[in-house]
């Protein structure tokens, strides 16, 4: 687990050096209406890093063989305004979370990994399961936010963009 917990500190980097310093035209374009903007994204970590894999990780360590609550994240976006946020306000709510959560994984004694509740689709879902998906989600937006930014360039530019290769 040190290695998934390494990552996810290391992503706290990556995460701010793609998304600090980004210009309001940028942090709010979509492609279309149906994509997320940049704030939304940052917005949604900042969510999610609370409210689902620290929290369902958390739970099942401590709760095993108790159902966590449901929550539906698709509907964070308009529910809590994710648009009218202060973007650097949320980027560094976001960091700031991160950073609490390593503090907490590193503190954490002999966890049981293997700890789990029983979803009714899933099966077993184990702390190890949270903690490995709190990663890969992690990589799923970070491949977001930088076809995000592609995106913008390409728009932007007019040019064509394949001279640097294809995406």
Same mark, same amino acid.
């Given at each position: 687990?040190?290695?998934?917990? $390494?990552?996810?500190? +290391?992503? @706290?980097?990556?995460?701010?050096?793609?998304?600090?310093?980004? /210009? #309001?035209? !940028?942090?709010?374009?979509?492609?279309?209406?149906?994509?997320?903007?940049?704030?939304?994204?940052?917005?949604?970590?900042?969510?999610?890093?609370?409210?689902?894999?620290?929290?369902?990780?958390?739970?099942?360590?401590?709760?095993?063989?108790?159902?966590?609550?449901?929550?539906?994240?698709? $509907?964070?976006?308009? +529910?809590? @305004?994710?648009?009218?946020?202060?973007?650097?306000?949320?980027? /560094? #709510?976001? !960091?700031?979370?991160?950073?609490?959560?390593?503090?907490?994984?590193?503190?954490?004694?002999?966890?049981?990994?293997?700890?789990?509740?029983?979803?009714?689709?899933?099966?077993?879902?184990?702390?190890?399961?949270?903690?490995?998906?709190?990663?890969?989600?992690?990589?799923?937006?970070?491949?977001?936010?930088?076809?995000?930014?592609?995106?913008?360039?390409?728009?932007?530019?007019?040019?064509?963009?394949?001279?640097?290769?294809?995406?």
């Amino acid at each position: 687990m040190d290695f998934l917990i $390494e990552q996810l500190q +290391e992503n @706290k980097a990556v995460f701010y050096n793609l998304l600090n310093d980004v /210009n #309001k035209d !940028i942090y709010l374009w979509k492609q279309n209406p149906t994509k997320w903007s940049l704030l939304e994204i940052v917005c949604h970590l900042y969510d999610e890093e609370r409210e689902d894999f620290k929290f369902r990780t958390q739970w099942v360590l401590e709760k095993p063989n108790q159902t966590p609550p449901t929550f539906n994240p698709v $509907e964070w976006v308009t +529910e809590r @305004k994710y648009l009218e946020q202060d973007y650097n306000t949320m980027l /560094n #709510k976001f !960091i700031e979370e991160r950073a609490k959560s390593i503090k907490w994984l590193q503190s954490l004694n002999s966890p049981k990994w293997e700890h789990y509740y029983e979803h009714p689709k899933k099966g077993k879902l184990t702390a190890k399961f949270f903690l490995t998906n709190w990663l890969t989600h992690d990589y799923l937006h970070i491949r977001q936010i930088i076809k995000l930014k592609y995106d913008y360039l390409k728009q932007q530019s007019g040019e064509m963009t394949d001279y640097a290769g294809t995406w």
